[in-house]
Each structure stands twice: as C-alpha cells, then as structure tokens.
C-alpha cells in the first residue's frame, strides 16, 4: 500500500501556470506507474497524465503541449507542471498510484482557472 498527499492547487488566471505535486508515503521501488486525473463538477474522472516506472509518459490529448509530468525518486514525489491553463481544465486533481494491479489514490487538490 502506498498513502498520497497531493498539493500545489488554488486559484490561477487563464493562461497561468501552477505545479502540484504528490508525495508518496514509499519509495516508488515496485511502483509500477503514477499519474494524475482530474474530476471537474458533473463530470467523470478522466486521465490527465501517467508515467511508468521505464519512464514512458502519456498524456490526454487536451493537456498535451501544457502540462509536463515528472518523477524526483529521492523525494518519492511526481510532479504536474501546468502550463497556459484554460477554464476548462478547473477541476480536482487526484494523484494515482499503480501498484500490482491495485490503484491508490490521494485525497485531490482543486484547481480552479478564472479570467
């Protein structure tokens, strides 16, 4: 099992930046991927980003060229540096982790995106 505390979310113009991040309770050793999804009112949860222990990365067609997902192994951390944010992309994050089949995930930061 793995326990995750998301942060880095608020209230950001259009066109901002914000970076969460996701502080793993264990080392990322037998993690198989993490990744961030987000949930806006009314809405399902939907994939954001993913990276995969090899480092292979994939992200949603609405965030590509936005958001950039990282790892810091020695902090136990994943990262989601966002980018020219839009109203649309307002919503909670949630940080995912993938561990033998099982996922895992934190509590959920809100961002919100006003003109």
């Known amino acids: 099992q793995v326990r995750l505390v998301e942060s880095g979310g608020g209230l950001v113009q259009t066109g901002g930046s914000l970076r969460l991040s996701c502080v793993a309770s264990?080392?990322?050793?037998?993690?198989?991927?993490m990744g961030w999804y987000r949930q806006a009112p009314g809405k399902q949860r939907e994939l954001v980003a993913t990276?995969?222990?090899?480092?292979?990365?994939n992200y949603a067609d609405s965030v590509k060229g936005r958001f950039t997902i990282s790892t810091d192994n020695a902090k136990n951390t994943v990262y989601l540096q966002m980018n020219s944010l839009k109203d649309e992309d307002t919503a909670v994050y949630y940080c995912?982790?993938?561990?033998?089949?099982?996922?895992?995930w934190g509590q959920g930061t809100q961002v919100t995106v006003s003109s």
């Open positions: 990276i995969a222990s090899g480092g292979n990365v």
């Open positions: 995912l982790a993938r561990i033998l089949g099982n996922d895992y």
């Open positions: 264990r080392s990322f050793f037998s993690i198989y991927a």
